[in-house]
């Protein structure tokens, strides 16, 4: 059974950090890509950061300096490290495996001003 079960959203103040975190079960980790998207109110979702197996890394042109992404493959664990949030940064953060096409239920993150 494939699980991707993500974490650590919640309620934070501008400026602040928050680290998510997406482990996963069922998938060949390592051979995949990982991605953390992002879906706010009334928006299409989009890709906020990916990964590759070799640790090669993407980022939305907005979190670019502001949010890492990382990877464990002994854990099977993605995750989103975010500093200096903005309440534009407030959204439903999903994981997804690029090669298997699988994605976590979301995690709410909201940035109050």
């Known amino acids: 059974q494939v699980q991707l079960v993500e974490s650590g959203g919640g309620l934070v103040q501008a400026g602040g950090s928050l680290r998510l975190s997406c482990a996963a079960s069922?998938?060949?980790?390592?051979?995949?890509?990982m991605g953390w998207y992002r879906q706010a109110p009334g928006k299409q979702r989009e890709l906020v950061a990916r990964?590759?197996?070799?640790?090669?890394?993407n980022y939305l042109d907005s979190v670019k300096g502001r949010f890492t992404i990382s990877r464990d493959d002994v854990k099977n664990t993605v995750y989103l490290q975010m500093n200096s949030l903005k309440p534009e940064d407030t959204a439903v953060y999903y994981c997804?495996?690029?090669?298997?096409?699988?994605w976590g239920q979301g995690t709410q993150v909201t940035v109050s001003t």
């Open positions: 997804h495996a690029e090669g298997d096409d699988y």
């Open positions: 069922g998938i060949f980790f390592r051979g995949n890509t």
């Open positions: 990964i590759t197996r070799l640790l090669s890394t």
